[in-house]
Antibody
């Protein structure tokens, strides 16, 4: 069974940093691109970032470009998101999602993890 | 303001048919990018419902169907059931933004 388990969320002050992790199992992790998608409380879904199978290509939403860095460790079947200079508007549930191919683009997301909540507040 | 436009809400009685529209532009759906649909039940993570415009993953009932034409796409749900009450999101790739984009979501209420 394909499983994605996020961790690392929590309450953080504006301007501080946080690192999210996603542990994957049940599939060949290094065959697929991986993504982070977030959902602010009561709002819709927003693609945040994605990384190709070999980390050769990464992509970011304009809202996080320059502040967030996505990475992966295929040896550990793990995906990460380093979030710096956090803002209150970054408050959201952050989901890890498996892409449909090894490429970053033209993909759908399946499955999704259960999410980890990030709250940015003083 | 979402790149893909969905109606905020739709409703229908049990057994009825409802459709949810998703309108894009020449940089996403109109450019030939595939359209995908997700169902998000209250308090849970989104789940893939339709991929590649009209394909259902295994386990998704054939009451759910998708179509795409021009710069728009639609999700149809027939034989509406109480458990279909959820938020539905469309998603595609946008070449101008070089990233994946979502619709704002549609809340389906089963009357």
């Amino acid at each position: 069974e394909v499983q994605l388990v996020e961790s690392g969320g929590g309450l953080v002050q504006p301007g501080r940093s946080l690192r999210l992790s996603c542990a994957a199992s049940g599939f060949n992790f290094d065959d697929y691109a991986m993504h982070w998608v977030r959902q602010a409380p009561g709002k819709g879904l927003e693609w945040v970032s994605g990384i190709s199978w070999n980390s050769g290509t990464t992509g970011y939403a304009d809202s996080v470009k320059g502040r967030f860095t996505i990475s992966r460790d295929n040896a550990k079947n793990s995906l990460y998101m380093q979030m710096n200079i956090l803002r209150p508007e970054d408050t959201a549930m952050y989901y890890c999602a498996k892409g449909s191919t090894y490429q970053l683009t033209h993909t759908w997301f399946d499955p999704w993890g259960q999410g980890t909540l990030v709250t940015v507040s003083s | 303001q979402s790149v893909l436009t969905q109606p905020p809400s739709v409703s229908g009685a049990p057994g009825q048919r409802v459709t949810i529209s998703c309108t894009g532009s020449s940089s996403n759906i109109g450019a030939g990018s595939d359209l995908h649909w997700y169902q998000q039940l209250p308090g849970t993570a989104p789940k893939l419902l339709i991929y590649g415009n009209s394909n259902r993953p295994s386990g998704v009932p054939d009451r759910f169907s998708g179509s795409k034409s021009g710069t728009s796409a639609s999700l149809a749900i027939t034989g509406l059931q109480a458990e279909d009450e959820a938020d539905y999101y469309c998603q595609s790739y946008d070449s101008s933004l070089s990233g994946m984009v979502f619709g704002g979501g549609t809340k389906l209420t089963v009357l």
